[in-house]
C-alpha cells in the first residue's frame, strides 16, 4: 500500500528565509508523487508533479522538489520565502490500486511566514 | 479557466437530518472524487466515479453513499448525519487517465450539531 509522511505538521520561517517541506513516501511500484497547495478557505492546487524522468521537479512560485529514490523522498523547497507562501502544504503519491490510479494524501504541512 | 464548484460554503445541519453535497465541474473530466479533510488527518477519499453511473469505495464510504447521474455533476449524500460527520467536504475531478491531476473545489464546512 502506499503512503507519504510529512515531518512537521508546522513549520514557520521568516521572510527571504530557505523554506523546506520534508515528505517521504511509501510505495510498492515506481510513483508518482505530487505538491498540492492550499491557501485560507481555499481548495487544493498543484504546485509540481514527478512522474518519471528529471528527478528535479519545477513548479508554480519558485518551488521545487527533488525525487530521491534511495532516500523514498520527495522534499519541497524554495531559495527565498515570501509572505504570500503562508498556507498549508500537502505532499501526494499515486500508484496503482484496484485498475484505478489512487492518491494518496499526506497529513498536511502549515507553512508560516514571519515578516 | 478550470472550474470546480460545490453548492454551499457553509453548511449546519442536525443530527440524524439526509444531507447533500453537490459539486459540479465544467471540463468535461471522466473522474471525480469526494474527499473528506480533518486537522492533522490530511485529506481522506469517501468515493470516487470514473464514469457517469459508476462508483467506487475510497478509504472512509462508511455512513456516506453517492450519485453521479451526469457526467459534470458528483454528489454526496449523508443518510443520517452525525456529529463525527462534522468537517471540510472537497470535491475534486480529474480526466480519465491523468487521475494524479486533480482539480478542487473551494470545499464545504459541515457542521453537524
Known amino acids: 500500500a502506499q503512503s507519504v509522511t510529512q515531518l512537521g505538521s508546522h513549520v514557520s520561517v521568516s521572510e527571504g528565509a530557505l523554506v523546506l517541506l520534508r515528505c517521504n513516501y511509501s510505495s510498492s511500484v515506481p510513483p508518482y508523487l505530487f505538491w498540492y497547495v492550499q491557501y485560507p478557505n481555499q481548495g487544493l492546487q498543484l504546485l509540481l508533479k514527478y512522474t518519471t524522468g528529471a528527478t528535479l521537479v519545477k513548479g508554480i512560485n519558485g518551488f521545487e522538489a527533488e525525487f530521491k529514490k534511495s532516500e523514498t523522498s520527495f522534499h519541497l523547497t524554495k531559495p527565498s520565502a515570501h509572505m504570500s507562501d503562508a498556507a498549508e502544504y500537502f505532499c501526494?503519491?499515486?500508484?496503482?490500486?484496484?485498475?484505478?490510479?489512487?492518491?494518496?494524501f499526506g497529513t498536511g504541512t502549515k507553512l508560516q511566514v514571519i515578516p | 479557466d478550470v472550474k470546480v464548484t460545490q453548492s454551499s460554503r457553509y453548511l449546519v445541519k442536525r443530527t440524524g437530518e439526509k444531507v447533500f453535497l453537490e459539486c459540479v465541474q465544467d471540463?468535461?473530466?471522466?473522474?471525480m472524487f469526494w474527499y473528506r479533510q480533518d486537522p492533522g488527518l490530511g485529506l481522506r477519499l469517501i468515493y470516487f466515479?470514473?464514469?457517469?453511473?459508476?462508483?467506487e469505495k475510497g478509504d472512509i464510504p462508511e455512513g456516506y453513499s453517492v450519485s453521479r447521474e451526469k457526467k459534470e455533476r458528483f454528489s454526496l449524500i449523508l443518510e443520517s448525519a452525525s456529529t463525527n460527520q462534522t468537517s471540510m467536504y472537497l470535491c475534486?475531478?480529474?480526466?480519465?487517465?491523468?487521475?494524479?491531476?486533480?482539480?478542487f473545489g473551494p470545499g464545504t464546512r459541515l457542521l453537524v450539531l
Open positions: 475534486a475531478s480529474s480526466p480519465r487517465l491523468r487521475v494524479e491531476t486533480q482539480y
Open positions: 501526494a503519491v499515486s500508484d496503482r490500486a484496484g485498475g484505478y490510479q489512487k492518491v494518496t
Open positions: 466515479s470514473y464514469d457517469v453511473k459508476m462508483k
Open positions: 471540463m468535461d473530466h471522466e473522474n
